[in-house]
């Protein structure tokens, strides 16, 4: 059973950095199925925030695009969410997601 625990949230300043990490268990699949990232803040629903592909191409959200990083280390099963430039528009429970499995996410608030 794949189980996904992300970590690094936090608070911090408008324009400070965070990197949150995805540890997966169960899987060795991140170079099969690739990985994505999601935010949800309260009364929204889940939003897209970056994925990284099989063969490692990366697409992200237009609010995120330059300021977010999406990467991922195979041998260690950990994916990464290098967030730079942070904005209050940010604020949310971030989620990894592998294969059918959620993480529990993890809390990011970025104070003006």
């Known amino acids: 059973q794949v189980q996904l625990v992300e970590s690094g949230g936090g608070l911090v300043q408008v324009g400070g950095s965070l990197r949150l990490s995805c540890a997966a268990s169960?899987?060795?699949?991140?170079?099969?199925?690739g990985v994505w990232w999601y935010r949800q803040t309260p009364g929204q629903q889940r939003e897209y925030v970056a994925?990284?592909?099989?063969?490692?191409?990366?697409n992200y959200a237009y609010s995120v695009r330059g300021r977010f990083t999406i990467s991922r280390d195979d041998a260690r099963n950990t994916a990464f969410l290098q967030m730079n430039a942070l904005k209050s528009e940010d604020t949310a429970i971030y989620y990894c997601?592998?294969?059918?499995?959620w993480g529990q996410g993890t809390q990011v608030t970025v104070s003006s």
């Open positions: 994925s990284i592909t099989a063969s490692r191409d990366e």
């Open positions: 997601h592998h294969q059918a499995a």
């Open positions: 169960g899987t060795n699949l991140f170079s099969v199925y």
